[in-house]
């Protein structure tokens, strides 16, 4: 018998015990993965907003919420994982999902909560809220929303029809098989008072007698007349090299927005080009006001006021805001905080920066 087939043979035999040679084709191609460089499977990608809109808008002319879906959401999902056979490995990236929801007026999406963390960006419209562990929170045009892991979260609309999007790390909870959910029963969960809400204990100026230990880990509302200022009052600076006027939306303790997801806003002024870098996070965008081209791996994406872009992990990039009169924002998403806090975390200037 010849060498090849003995080892077929052998190879047959080890598949039956449940093991594997490291000889074997299979693990060849694994292998194949394995370089100096990570390997993703990530894609970069640009949603339009006129599609993503006028979709959901059909979408919410076809039905209520009651009965079809708990939410009234449209899930980005990356061209890499268009073929993935189960839902929850579609996603925008391998970490993340994005999604665009809209609730109209009078609708009431029902509380749950879940181990996975999520937040919400307002796009569009006025008068809904967010409850958030019994806590009121108004949702208007670029606030950030927090629900934490396992914060009890429910949206009710009694204005005008409002559109937001929904970032998630559920896809990384999925590959940790550690995701749960619950439904809140017994109807909508009640209002807390004022005296025992996050938001008068997140600010600059603290209840004396709570601790550090005692005190919220994360904040629930970053309203964008604040985060605006900021941006305007920092413009006249120099920035950063790679993002411009970039902000991190911080927690209490001035560590990432969430343990698992950093979200980040950055002003491109006119005609603002920035230098190229790769780390090892990825990052969804959407342009919040603005337009302009990011170049990722030598390759131009061009996005217009309302788009979502990918930019995957360890992929060169640089943005640039494309009008010389207007200024651009660009609202991210990344799974950082992630890669930091298992020390995995790698940046690297691109050359000439
Ligand atoms: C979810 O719970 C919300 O609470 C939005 O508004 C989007 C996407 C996947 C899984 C759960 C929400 C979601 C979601």
């Known amino acids: ?43 970069p990608h640009v949603w339009k907003w006129q599609d993503l809109y006028d979709a959901i808008q059909t979408v919410g002319n076809m039905h209520g919420l009651d009965g079809k879906a708990e939410r009234r959401v449209l899930r980005l999902i990356n061209p890499a994982y268009q073929g993935n056979k189960n839902r929850r490995q ?51 045009e670029g606030d950030l929303i927090l629900t934490p892991s396992m914060t009890w979260h429910g949206h009710r609309n009694g204005g005008e029809p409002v559109v937001w999007l929904d970032g998630l790390d559920n896809p990384l909870l999925f590959l940790l098989q550690v995701i749960t959910w619950e439904a809140f029963t017994g109807g909508l969960q009640p209002l807390k008072n004022d005296a025992d809400c996050v938001a008068p204990r997140v600010g600059l100026a603290r209840p ?10 994360y904040n629930l509302r970053y309203q964008w007349k604040d985060t605006y200022e900021t941006l305007k009052r920092l413009s006249g600076g120099p920035g950063s090299p790679f993002d411009g006027v970039a902000l991190e939306y911080v927690n209490p303790t001035g560590g990432h927005t969430m343990p ?94």
């Not at 004396?208 to 880990?217: H, I, L, T």
């Open 90 to 140: 579609r996603t925008t990236t391998h970490t993340m999902l994005m999604t665009m929801q809209l609730l109209k007026p009078g609708e009431v999406a029902q509380d749950h909560r879940h181990n996975f963390a999520a937040f919400r960006f307002i796009l569009k419209g006025s008068g809904a809220y967010t409850i958030v562990e019994g806590e009121k929170i108004p949702m208007e």
């Open 260 to 353: 698992t997801l950093s979200c980040g806003i950055q002003m491109l002024r006119r005609g603002e080009t920035t230098q190229t870098h790769r780390h090892n996070s990825s990052t969804i965008y959407h342009a919040f006001r603005g337009s302009g081209t990011t170049v990722i791996n030598g390759e131009k994406f061009d996005w217009e006021r309302g788009d979502c872009f990918v930019v995957p992990l360890w992929s060169w990039h640089s943005h640039r805001n494309r009008s010389n009169e207007e200024e651009t924002i660009l609202f991210s998403t990344s799974d950082m905080p992630v890669m930091e806090a298992l020390r995995l975390y790698r940046e690297e200037p691109g050359e000439g920066a």
């Open 1 to 43: 018998m010849s060498e090849a087939e003995l080892l077929r043979q052998l190879d047959e035999k080890l598949r039956q015990l449940s093991v594997e040679g490291l000889w074997s084709e299979a693990s060849d191609a694994d292998m194949a993965t394995y370089s100096k460089d990570p390997h993703t499977t990530v894609l």
């Open 208 to 217: 004396v007698w709570e601790k550090s230990p005692e005190r919220p880990s």
